[in-house]
């Protein structure tokens, strides 16, 4: 890993969310990636430890599963900026699309769109870190659920492939927004290797994904209009 940056890998026992921040060692700029809202405090002390100073707060996607963190950290960030994709029918400071790329001191942050799970679903690229932050577009040996949220299992096959595994090289890191088996990173080379469902053909994928008969999340009734107004309940 580069000298000049700083990670963390932070996990919400309650929803098995993982949360990221990334940071400048030089500025002390730094990103967080969808944090949780019961969390926010935690967050907000570990980063004010590690003398960063959060400018921006993204959300990969608008959760189904728990409250996006990212307003409740404006009272201990105020200047801090909320990301989410321009596709999702959500507010934040910053709409997001394919390409954009964001300065957080020295380290860039490139912006994917890989729908699917949701329709407004981004990946966000460190070729810094040497890591894509999938969300839950690409889970660790799974991929995201694609029976709400305008979800698509042709268009999450498409954009896992187009924008993730066909694209970085093999020693990137995946770091995905859950992991409910205490898993806590991945690579491409990994899920190329052993994903079982997004390395069949996309036929069989989709037929897979069809199959899955998940319940709906526990907290879904309140997460959906919470997170579309950025976490602001
Ligand atoms: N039981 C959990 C929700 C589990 C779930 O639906 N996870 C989502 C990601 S959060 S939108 C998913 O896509 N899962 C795919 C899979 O294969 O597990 C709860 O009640 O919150
Ligand atoms: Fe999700």
């Not at 394919?98 to 490139?110: K, N, R, T, V």
């Not at 329709?119 to 070729?127: A, K, P, V």
């Not at 036929?203 to 998940?214: Q, T, Y």
């Amino acid at each position: 890993m580069s000298k000049n940056l700083i990670f963390r890998q932070l996990i919400d026992f309650e929803s098995f969310t993982y949360t990221y921040i990334l940071g400048c060692a030089k500025t002390r700029n730094a990103v967080i990636i969808d944090p949780v809202f019961e969390q926010a405090k935690r967050d907000a002390k570990l980063a004010k430890e590690l003398d960063l100073n959060l400018i921006y707060g993204l959300n990969t996607h608008v959760h189904a599963d728990h409250i996006t963190g990212t307003s409740k950290l404006k009272e201990f960030f105020p200047a801090m900026k909320s990301g989410l994709s321009g596709k999702s029918g959500g507010v934040a400071d910053k709409l997001l699309k394919q390409g954009d790329l964001l300065q957080i001191g020295d380290i860039e942050l490139e912006v994917a769109e890989t729908p699917g799970h949701t329709d407004g679903c981004l990946t966000f690229i460190s070729h810094q870190l040497r890591a894509a932050f999938t969300g839950d577009a690409l889970l660790i040996r799974g991929c995201g659920r694609t029976d709400f949220q305008q979800g698509s299992s042709r268009a999450l096959y498409q954009s896992v492939h187009q924008k993730i595994l066909d694209v970085l090289p093999e020693d990137y890191r995946i770091l995905v927004g859950h992991n409910y088996e205490g898993i806590l990173e991945s690579t491409v080379g990994e899920e190329i290797k052993f994903n079982p469902r997004i390395m069949k053909s996309e036929e069989e994928f989709v037929k897979i994904m069809s199959e899955l008969k998940l319940a709906h999340p526990k907290q879904i009734q309140q997460a959906l209009p919470a997170n579309l107004k950025d976490g602001d309940i």
